[in-house]
Protein backbone atom coordinates (compact mmCIF):
# COMPACT_ATOMS: atom_id res chain seq x y z
CA UNK A 1 0.00 0.00 0.00
CA UNK A 2 2.08 2.83 -1.42
CA UNK A 3 2.60 5.08 -3.98
CA UNK A 4 6.07 6.65 -5.91
CA UNK A 5 6.64 9.01 -8.49
CA UNK A 6 9.48 10.88 -9.38
CA UNK A 7 10.58 13.79 -11.19
CA UNK A 8 14.05 14.24 -13.17
CA UNK A 9 15.87 17.81 -13.32
CA UNK A 10 18.98 18.84 -15.50
CA UNK A 11 21.22 17.54 -12.66
CA UNK A 12 19.93 15.15 -10.91
CA UNK A 13 15.93 13.60 -10.06
CA UNK A 14 13.39 13.99 -7.17
CA UNK A 15 11.80 11.17 -5.49
CA UNK A 16 8.56 11.03 -3.59
CA UNK A 17 7.05 7.95 -1.67
CA UNK A 18 4.11 7.67 0.51
CA UNK A 19 4.16 4.73 2.75
CA UNK A 20 0.97 3.10 4.29
CA UNK A 21 0.72 0.91 6.80
CA UNK A 22 -1.81 -0.71 8.59
CA UNK A 23 -2.66 1.40 12.31
CA UNK A 24 -1.72 -1.57 14.39
CA UNK A 25 1.69 -1.20 13.63
CA UNK A 26 4.31 0.12 15.16
CA UNK A 27 5.77 4.31 13.95
CA UNK A 28 8.91 3.97 11.77
CA UNK A 29 11.78 5.81 13.42
CA UNK A 30 12.39 8.87 11.21
CA UNK A 31 15.94 8.96 8.72
CA UNK A 32 19.40 9.86 9.63
CA UNK A 33 22.50 9.03 8.20
CA UNK A 34 24.15 5.33 8.72
CA UNK A 35 28.08 5.93 8.28
CA UNK A 36 28.05 1.61 7.76
CA UNK A 37 25.91 1.99 4.96
CA UNK A 38 27.08 5.29 3.65
CA UNK A 39 23.05 6.11 3.08
CA UNK A 40 20.14 7.94 4.79
CA UNK A 41 17.09 5.79 5.39
CA UNK A 42 14.28 5.70 8.44
CA UNK A 43 14.07 2.45 9.94
CA UNK A 44 11.19 0.08 10.63
CA UNK A 45 11.40 -1.46 14.43
CA UNK A 46 8.81 -4.20 12.98
CA UNK A 47 11.09 -5.48 11.05
CA UNK A 48 14.30 -3.72 11.54
CA UNK A 49 14.68 -2.75 7.90
CA UNK A 50 14.22 0.03 5.28
CA UNK A 51 11.44 0.63 2.11
CA UNK A 52 13.06 4.14 0.67
CA UNK A 53 17.05 5.26 1.39
CA UNK A 54 19.68 7.35 -0.37
CA UNK A 55 23.62 6.44 -0.59
CA UNK A 56 25.90 9.34 -0.29
CA UNK A 57 26.72 9.03 -4.12
CA UNK A 58 22.76 9.70 -4.77
CA UNK A 59 21.67 6.43 -5.67
CA UNK A 60 18.04 5.44 -4.15
CA UNK A 61 16.31 2.78 -4.18
CA UNK A 62 12.18 2.47 -2.97
CA UNK A 63 10.31 -1.01 -2.38
CA UNK A 64 6.95 -1.53 -2.57
CA UNK A 65 4.88 -4.90 -1.43
CA UNK A 66 3.86 -6.91 -4.69
CA UNK A 67 0.12 -8.09 -3.45
CA UNK A 68 -0.63 -9.29 -6.81
CA UNK A 69 1.71 -12.31 -6.31
CA UNK A 70 1.19 -15.14 -4.46
CA UNK A 71 2.54 -15.01 -1.13
CA UNK A 72 5.47 -16.97 0.33
CA UNK A 73 4.38 -19.63 2.70
CA UNK A 74 8.07 -20.29 3.70
CA UNK A 75 9.28 -20.87 7.08
CA UNK A 76 12.23 -18.96 7.49
CA UNK A 77 10.40 -15.62 5.79
CA UNK A 78 12.76 -12.90 5.77
CA UNK A 79 11.59 -9.03 6.39
CA UNK A 80 11.50 -7.67 3.21
CA UNK A 81 12.97 -4.02 4.79
CA UNK A 82 16.15 -5.98 4.66
CA UNK A 83 16.77 -6.40 1.12
CA UNK A 84 17.60 -2.68 0.95
CA UNK A 85 19.90 -2.81 3.87
CA UNK A 86 21.79 -5.77 2.00
CA UNK A 87 21.95 -4.45 -1.18
CA UNK A 88 23.83 -1.01 0.00
CA UNK A 89 26.20 -2.88 2.04
CA UNK A 90 27.81 -3.89 -1.35
CA UNK A 91 29.48 -1.94 -3.97
CA UNK A 92 28.20 -4.68 -6.91
CA UNK A 93 25.23 -3.17 -8.86
CA UNK A 94 21.91 -3.68 -7.11
CA UNK A 95 20.54 -5.47 -10.35
CA UNK A 96 23.71 -7.90 -10.35
CA UNK A 97 23.10 -8.38 -6.90
CA UNK A 98 19.26 -9.32 -6.84
CA UNK A 99 19.96 -11.79 -10.04
CA UNK A 100 22.36 -13.90 -7.28
CA UNK A 101 20.57 -13.46 -4.17
CA UNK A 102 17.94 -16.04 -2.90
CA UNK A 103 15.03 -13.99 -3.51
CA UNK A 104 12.60 -17.01 -2.59
CA UNK A 105 13.25 -15.59 1.46
CA UNK A 106 11.44 -12.51 0.73
CA UNK A 107 7.44 -11.91 -0.03
CA UNK A 108 6.96 -10.66 -3.57
CA UNK A 109 8.22 -7.02 -4.02
CA UNK A 110 9.05 -4.38 -6.34
CA UNK A 111 11.76 -2.39 -6.25
CA UNK A 112 12.61 0.84 -7.81
CA UNK A 113 16.45 1.54 -8.80
CA UNK A 114 17.32 5.23 -8.89
CA UNK A 115 20.76 5.42 -10.32
CA UNK A 116 23.48 8.16 -9.02
CA UNK A 117 23.82 9.53 -12.42
CA UNK A 118 19.82 10.12 -13.21
CA UNK A 119 19.03 12.99 -14.85
CA UNK A 120 17.23 13.99 -17.95
CA UNK A 121 20.08 13.57 -20.15
CA UNK A 122 20.16 9.74 -18.65
CA UNK A 123 16.57 9.50 -17.31
CA UNK A 124 17.06 5.07 -17.04
CA UNK A 125 15.52 3.86 -13.76
CA UNK A 126 14.76 -0.03 -13.19
CA UNK A 127 12.17 -1.50 -11.89
CA UNK A 128 12.22 -4.79 -11.14
CA UNK A 129 9.08 -7.26 -9.68
CA UNK A 130 9.55 -10.49 -7.52
CA UNK A 131 6.69 -12.64 -7.99
CA UNK A 132 7.97 -15.52 -5.35
CA UNK A 133 9.44 -17.57 -8.36
CA UNK A 134 10.83 -14.89 -11.15
CA UNK A 135 12.68 -11.31 -10.93
CA UNK A 136 11.60 -9.05 -13.79
CA UNK A 137 12.10 -5.77 -14.87
CA UNK A 138 9.03 -3.53 -15.29
CA UNK A 139 9.34 -0.62 -18.05
CA UNK A 140 8.96 2.77 -16.73
CA UNK A 141 8.47 5.15 -18.78
CA UNK A 142 8.56 8.59 -16.96
CA UNK A 143 5.29 10.22 -16.69
CA UNK A 144 3.45 7.96 -18.84
CA UNK A 145 3.91 4.97 -16.10
CA UNK A 146 3.35 7.14 -12.45
CA UNK A 147 2.40 7.04 -10.42
CA UNK A 148 3.43 3.41 -9.09
CA UNK A 149 0.83 2.08 -6.67
CA UNK A 150 0.75 -0.90 -4.84
CA UNK A 151 -2.53 -2.02 -2.67
CA UNK A 152 -3.93 -5.52 -1.02
CA UNK A 153 -7.42 -3.97 -1.37
CA UNK A 154 -9.22 -2.63 -5.23
CA UNK A 155 -5.64 -2.71 -6.49
CA UNK A 156 -7.21 -2.10 -10.34
CA UNK A 157 -9.95 0.56 -8.70
CA UNK A 158 -7.48 2.18 -6.47
CA UNK A 159 -4.44 2.37 -9.43
CA UNK A 160 -6.53 4.14 -11.93
CA UNK A 161 -8.20 6.83 -9.50
CA UNK A 162 -4.52 7.53 -8.21
CA UNK A 163 -3.56 7.97 -11.98
CA UNK A 164 -5.90 9.99 -12.90
CA UNK A 165 -5.40 12.24 -9.79
CA UNK A 166 -2.02 12.60 -10.84
CA UNK A 167 -2.55 13.57 -14.48
CA UNK A 168 -5.02 16.18 -13.35
CA UNK A 169 -2.22 17.28 -10.82
CA UNK A 170 0.92 17.40 -12.29
CA UNK A 171 0.36 19.36 -15.60
CA UNK A 172 3.11 21.61 -15.83
CA UNK A 173 1.69 25.39 -15.24
CA UNK A 174 3.27 25.49 -12.10
CA UNK A 175 6.49 24.00 -10.25
CA UNK A 176 6.40 20.64 -11.31
CA UNK A 177 8.46 19.64 -7.47
CA UNK A 178 5.53 21.04 -5.79
CA UNK A 179 2.73 19.68 -7.84
CA UNK A 180 4.50 16.43 -7.23
CA UNK A 181 4.49 17.11 -3.17
CA UNK A 182 0.68 18.13 -3.74
CA UNK A 183 -0.39 15.67 -5.27
CA UNK A 184 1.14 13.00 -2.53
CA UNK A 185 0.09 15.15 -0.18
CA UNK A 186 -3.60 15.04 -1.36
CA UNK A 187 -6.79 13.16 -0.41
CA UNK A 188 -10.31 11.78 -1.69
CA UNK A 189 -13.51 12.18 -0.27
CA UNK A 190 -13.24 8.15 -0.36
CA UNK A 191 -10.16 8.07 1.68
CA UNK A 192 -8.89 4.15 0.34
CA UNK A 193 -8.62 5.57 -3.23
CA UNK A 194 -6.56 8.56 -2.03
CA UNK A 195 -2.91 8.97 -2.21
CA UNK A 196 -2.96 10.17 1.16
CA UNK A 197 -4.87 6.90 2.33
CA UNK A 198 -6.90 6.78 5.56
CA UNK A 199 -9.12 3.18 6.09
CA UNK A 200 -10.48 1.85 8.97
CA UNK A 201 -7.40 -0.82 9.17
CA UNK A 202 -4.68 1.25 7.84
CA UNK A 203 -3.38 4.80 6.77
CA UNK A 204 -0.68 6.47 5.16
CA UNK A 205 1.81 6.42 8.09
CA UNK A 206 4.86 8.89 6.37
CA UNK A 207 5.40 10.76 3.38
CA UNK A 208 9.65 11.16 1.89
CA UNK A 209 10.82 13.58 -0.45
CA UNK A 210 14.11 13.25 -1.37
CA UNK A 211 16.06 15.62 -3.18
CA UNK A 212 19.52 14.48 -5.04
CA UNK A 213 21.78 17.29 -6.98
CA UNK A 214 24.63 15.74 -8.89
CA UNK A 215 28.16 17.16 -8.25
CA UNK A 216 30.88 16.79 -10.54
CA UNK A 217 34.45 15.81 -8.71
CA UNK A 218 32.71 15.79 -5.73
CA UNK A 219 29.49 13.77 -3.82
CA UNK A 220 25.85 14.56 -4.88
CA UNK A 221 24.14 17.13 -2.72
CA UNK A 222 20.93 15.04 -1.10
CA UNK A 223 18.42 16.57 1.27
CA UNK A 224 15.53 13.99 2.66
CA UNK A 225 12.44 15.41 3.70
CA UNK A 226 10.24 12.84 6.21
CA UNK A 227 6.61 13.68 6.89
CA UNK A 228 5.54 11.76 10.09
CA UNK A 229 1.54 11.68 8.80
CA UNK A 230 0.69 10.12 12.27
CA UNK A 231 2.76 12.30 14.51
CA UNK A 232 2.36 15.61 12.09
CA UNK A 233 5.78 15.91 12.84
CA UNK A 234 8.42 17.08 9.95
CA UNK A 235 12.25 15.92 9.63
CA UNK A 236 14.98 16.67 7.21
CA UNK A 237 18.32 14.97 6.67
CA UNK A 238 21.14 16.66 4.50
CA UNK A 239 24.29 15.26 3.14
CA UNK A 240 26.25 13.57 5.42
CA UNK A 241 28.73 16.40 5.99
CA UNK A 242 25.99 18.41 7.08
CA UNK A 243 23.81 17.73 10.26
CA UNK A 244 20.47 16.93 10.74
CA UNK A 245 17.65 19.10 11.30
CA UNK A 246 14.43 18.98 13.13
CA UNK A 247 11.18 20.67 13.23
CA UNK A 248 7.75 20.52 14.18
Known sequence: MCTLT???????????????????????????????????????????GTWIAVSKKGLSLALLNNYQAPANNHNNVISRGQLILSLLQNQTSVIEQLETMDLKVFQPFQLCIFPEDLSIKKPKIHCVKWNGKQLIEVSVDG????????????????????????????????????????FHFSTEKDGKYAV?????????VSISHLSIKTCLAKESEICFEYFDNVLQKSHTVLSPKEESIEFA
Open 6 to 48: YLLNDNGYELFFNRDEQRSRLLAIPPKYYPISGAIYPVDPVGA
Open 143 to 182: KADLPITSSSLDFIDVRQKRKYRFEQSVNGKELLSKQHKD
Open 196 to 204: NMQREDART
